[in-house]
């Protein structure tokens, strides 16, 4: 069954770098576009950033230039560098996979979720 | 595009008919998927394709929908179905957007 454990979430200071790990498993990781989405406390949910399955990135306006979303095909691994946190970034971060073997369409399943809390 | 949903909350009692609406601010097709999410819990895909019931949803939910309004519709709402519902559109992706949700409580 398709599996996705995230990893690497913490308490980290404004301005400072951290980077999640999802592990997957169950399914043929590098056919899948995958995803991080972002959940505030007590707030709804934000798409942050997609890695297309054939080498694309993009990502939501509130972390471009800052979030960078990177897959290692080879040991089943999707990443999400982020660089100069701020406060608001403070969130549950869930890695995601898409419903479709190739081109993107929609989210189906998900991981647990990694809490990332941005705060002096 | 940005997709609204209503209402905010509701409570309804177990065996009600719930409905939720979503609009979108442009024409996204039938790209419109519909997530549970109960407390605590991680989303759950259950429709999508506007209609399109997940494998392994309870038949009591339903969608409808196309263009720019869209409803979800819980037939007989259990005591299992407590949680926020969103709306997302996948129509011109990148950006995949949700609406705001909807708490639904007995």
């Known amino acids: 069954q398709v599996q996705l454990v995230e990893s690497g979430g913490g308490v980290v200071q404004p301005g400072r770098s951290l980077r999640l790990s999802c592990a997957a498993s169950?399914?043929?990781?590098?056919?899948?576009?995958m995803y991080w989405v972002r959940q505030a406390p007590g707030k709804g949910l934000e798409w942050v950033a997609i890695?297309?399955?054939?080498?694309?990135?993009y990502y939501a306006d509130s972390v471009r230039g800052r979030f960078t979303i990177s897959r290692d095909n080879s040991n089943n691994t999707l990443y999400l560098q982020m660089n100069s946190l701020r406060p608001e970034d403070t969130a549950l971060y869930y890695c995601?996979?898409?419903?479709?073997?190739?081109?993107?369409?929609?989210?189906?399943?998900w991981g647990q979720g990694a809490l990332v809390t941005v705060s002096s | 595009i940005q997709m609204t949903q209503s209402p905010s909350s509701l409570s309804a009692s177990v065996g009600d008919r719930v409905t939720i609406s979503c609009r979108a601010s442009?024409?996204?097709?039938?790209?419109l998927a519909w997530y549970q999410q109960k407390p605590g819990k991680v989303p759950k895909l259950l429709i999508y394709?506007?209609?399109t019931l997940q494998s392994g949803v309870p038949s009591r939910f339903s969608g409808s929908g196309s263009g720019t309004e869209f409803t979800l519709t819980i037939t007989s709402l259990q005591p299992e179905d407590v949680a926020t519902y969103y709306c997302?559109?996948?129509?011109?992706?990148?950006?995949?957007?949700f609406g705001q949700g909807t708490k639904v409580e007995i």
């Open positions: 995601a996979r898409d419903r479709s073997r190739g081109a993107w369409s929609l989210i189906e399943y």
């Open positions: 169950g399914f043929n990781f590098s056919s899948h576009a």
């Open positions: 890695s297309s399955y054939d080498g694309y990135q």
């Open positions: 442009q024409g996204i097709s039938n790209s």
């Open positions: 394709a506007a209609s």
């Open positions: 997302q559109k996948y129509y011109s992706a990148p950006p995949w957007t």
